[in-house]
């Protein structure tokens, strides 16, 4: 392990010790206060959510429930307030459900490449028999629950130096993807590299070279400010990522039936402004790159889809479970 990731985990190890997280649900004065961790930039339309969430539960609850929200991976990375969730350290956690399947691993198939049509595709699995045995699974194994999802967006890639038109053009390609498994084997089926960065320190990464692009979608690169270190956008909308709102069920079962409802509507509620609000910069930030000085290309998209959908479902099938692929395929 990187002594870098040494630090880090033993940073928020010390901080959960010295009282940074506190309790799960912490009382004081009869108020419930619940910590909410999310990776994405303030102005992301992920970290306003939360905002809005609260300022929601804030009210509906006469001030007793508080949502205190960390943007940014000011409480740690991905895995690390993944953990605190599950530990119960820290309340709730936005969160790609890649990084979640670490953890619980059927969840990785909920952002594999190509898998869904479309946002409406995820909105009508999520209400599903299956993704009810999804989320029973993670209360059973790590002791937390699924409370809502959202459309984190369309994933695109971006380049420095390299036009790429076709995955042929991806060859050697050192390709940053999150730490987790099927990235990686959507990036080695394209016979490009994956190098797998933590988000908060890419923006440095592209800048000095460390790698030769990355892939998110248009809200997360203007998010980021990757348009300043990247040259080329290549829409190959190779994933359609949902991003799940985690809670530590211990806390979860600590609430009222009343304060629950109250903070699933807040954050229902939430979901649907942040999901039209994504849609919403998709239509208009190519163009917008575009206008900064970055190159859209246009690749040739089954170019990138066949040689992935020929070797990832059935290499993960064990990983997801036999026949998930083809409930997702059904809903």
């Known amino acids: 392990m990187p002594t870098r990731r040494l630090h880090r985990r033993a940073l928020i190890q010390a901080s959960i010790a010295a009282g940074l997280f506190a309790p799960a649900i912490a009382r004081a004065q009869s108020a419930i206060v619940l910590r909410w961790a999310d990776n994405a930039a303030p102005t992301h339309p992920s970290a306003l959510s939360a905002l809005r969430a609260a300022a929601e539960v804030k009210e509906k609850s006469g001030g007793r429930i508080e949502i205190q929200s960390f943007p940014s991976g000011q409480l740690g990375g991905s895995r690390d307030t993944v953990e605190a969730v599950s530990s119960g350290a820290l309340t709730m956690v936005t969160e790609g459900a890649a990084t979640l399947g670490q953890f619980v691993p059927p969840f990785t198939i909920m952002e594999a490449p190509y898998v869904w049509k479309d946002a409406a595709h995820i909105t009508r699995f999520l209400h599903s028999p299956a993704m009810e045995e999804l989320n029973q699974l993670s209360i059973k ?148 790159f575009k206008t900064a000085g970055m190159t859209v290309i246009q690749p040739d998209v089954e170019t990138f889809r066949k040689p992935v959908l020929a070797k990832l479902p059935a290499m993960f099938e064990a990983k997801w479970g036999k026949g998930l692929w083809d409930k997702i395929q059904a809903a």
């Open 141 to 288: 194994t790590r002791d937390t629950r699924v409370l809502a999802a959202d459309y984190y967006g369309t994933r695109h890639l971006t380049t420095g130096a390299r036009e790429v038109h076709t995955a042929a053009d991806m060859k050697g390609f050192k390709l940053r993807v999150p730490a987790v498994d099927v990235y990686k084997a959507m990036a080695e089926a394209w016979d490009a590299r994956p190098t797998p960065i933590d988000y908060n320190e890419l923006y440095l990464a592209l800048s000095q070279g460390a790698v030769d692009g990355q892939e998110n979608p248009l809200p997360t690169i203007q998010a980021g400010k990757f348009f300043e270190v990247q040259k080329y956008l290549v829409l190959t909308a190779h994933i359609i990522t949902p991003r799940l709102v985690m809670i530590n069920e211990p806390a979860w079962g600590k609430l009222s039936p009343g304060d629950q409802q109250i903070v699933m509507t807040a954050l229902n509620n939430a979901v649907t402004w942040q999901d039209a609000e994504i849609m919403k910069q998709e239509a208009t930030l190519a163009g917008t």
